[in-house]
């Protein structure tokens, strides 16, 4: 089955970055659309970013759009999310997902239908 395995979390100031990355496996990965979605606590799950199967379109939400770059290798079955310029409104569990089927800008969490279990990202003031 697909496995989806995050790293990369951490602890950090505020204005530091972190690189985080998502390791699948069970699954075509070149095949899928990927995503990377947080949660902060006593808030929904939103998404941070999402990219195509061939890396060649992106999505970044507002909120994150000029300090996160998405990445993807397929030789490698690894997504990225670098995060630069972190503020403490980052701090939440990262998720990263994947969806077999077509990148739209529109997608959101119900869209993706495999799930890591998350890593933490706490950026502090």
């Known amino acids: 089955q697909v496995q989806l395995v995050e790293s990369g979390g951490g602890l950090v100031q505020a204005g530091g970055s972190l690189r985080l990355s998502c390791a699948a496996s069970?699954?075509?990965?070149?095949?899928?659309?990927m995503g990377w979605f947080r949660q902060a606590p006593g808030k929904a799950r939103e998404v941070v970013g999402t990219?195509?199967?061939?890396?060649?379109?992106?999505y970044y939400a507002d909120s994150v759009k000029g300090r996160c770059t998405i990445s993807r290798d397929n030789a490698k079955n690894t997504v990225y999310l670098q995060m630069n310029s972190l503020k403490p409104e980052d701090t939440a569990l990262y998720y990263c997902?994947?969806?077999?089927?077509?990148?739209?800008?529109?997608?959101?969490?119900?869209?993706?239908?495999?799930w890591g279990q998350g890593t933490q990202v706490t950026v502090s003031s």
């Open positions: 990219i195509s199967w061939s890396g060649g379109s992106t």
């Open positions: 997902a994947a969806r077999l089927g077509d990148w739209l800008r529109s997608l959101k969490a119900d869209d993706f239908s495999s």
């Open positions: 069970g699954l075509t990965f070149s095949m899928y659309a």
